[in-house]
């Protein structure tokens, strides 16, 4: 129960205030889901390579250490940005405002205990 311990006031003229809608949020989750795809498209086609470089009759072993390499740094790419988009993506319990005024514009976010919570805020 910290919910009703602090209080916060806060003063902005509306006509300041913007509510950040799914436009920017859908082009970042857009942008991000675009190069998962890709990042996994590139996992993909090094496993396809892997597997070809096997039928080789020839020694092959530095080429299987370079894609295991490549393999291994796709793999490391693809789990920071899938863990950049889970930390990007709003949940429906978080509103962005920007508030603009003579010394700029200003992000803010709240997070509420439910989404009835931030429709009722909205």
Do not use: C
């Not at 790419?77 to 700029?104: H, M, R, W």
């Amino acid at each position: 129960p910290t919910a009703s311990k602090y209080k916060f006031l806060w003063k902005l003229p509306l006509e300041d205030l913007d509510i950040v809608k799914g436009s920017s949020q859908a082009t970042n989750r857009e942008n991000i889901q675009k190069t998962l795809n890709r990042l996994e498209e590139d996992f993909s086609i090094l496993s396809q390579i892997s597997t070809l470089s096997e039928t080789l009759s020839i020694s092959h072993q530095s080429l299987d250490d370079v894609i295991k390499d490549l393999m291994a740094s796709v793999n490391r790419e693809l789990s920071e940005k899938q863990s950049l988009a889970v930390n990007t993506i709003f949940p429906l319990t978080k509103l962005e405002l920007t508030a603009t005024s003579a010394d700029g514009t200003e992000t803010f976010i709240f997070e509420f205990s439910s989404i009835e919570a931030r429709a009722g805020f909205e």
